[in-house]
């Protein structure tokens, strides 16, 4: 059974950095999924951040966080990672990471201060 665990949330001021990581255990093929990054503020819907394909060449971000976010992946190591650059407050949210769109981790809080 594949189980993802995310760590490296916390609280940041405004402008601060975060690298968020996403283990698999149990992930036979981890490095034929693509990963991606999901996030929910309170009171909205899960948003996709970013994806990034099997073999780590393509990588695709929302608007929003486009040249602030970096994903990338260790497939020897089965962990994606987020860094998260210039943090504003709106990217307040539980980030969550999912192999494949079908298994999903418990997520990370992440919590920007103005």
């Known amino acids: 059974q594949v189980q993802l665990v995310e760590s490296g949330g916390g609280l940041v001021q405004a402008g601060g950095s975060l690298r968020l990581s996403c283990v698999a255990s149990?992930?036979?093929?981890?490095?034929?999924?693509?990963m991606g990054w999901y996030r929910q503020a309170p009171g909205k819907q899960r948003e996709l951040v970013a994806t990034?394909?099997?073999?780590?060449?393509?990588?695709n971000y929302t608007d929003s966080v486009k040249g602030r976010f970096t994903i990338s992946r260790d497939n020897a190591k089965k962990t994606v990672y987020l860094q998260m650059n210039n943090l504003k407050p709106e990217d307040t949210g539980v980030y969550c990471c999912?192999?494949?769109?079908?298994?999903w981790g418990q997520g990370t809080q992440v919590t920007v201060s103005s």
């Open positions: 990034i394909s099997a073999g780590g060449t393509v990588r």
């Open positions: 999912s192999q494949g769109g079908v298994v």
């Open positions: 149990g992930s036979i093929y981890f490095n034929l999924y693509f």
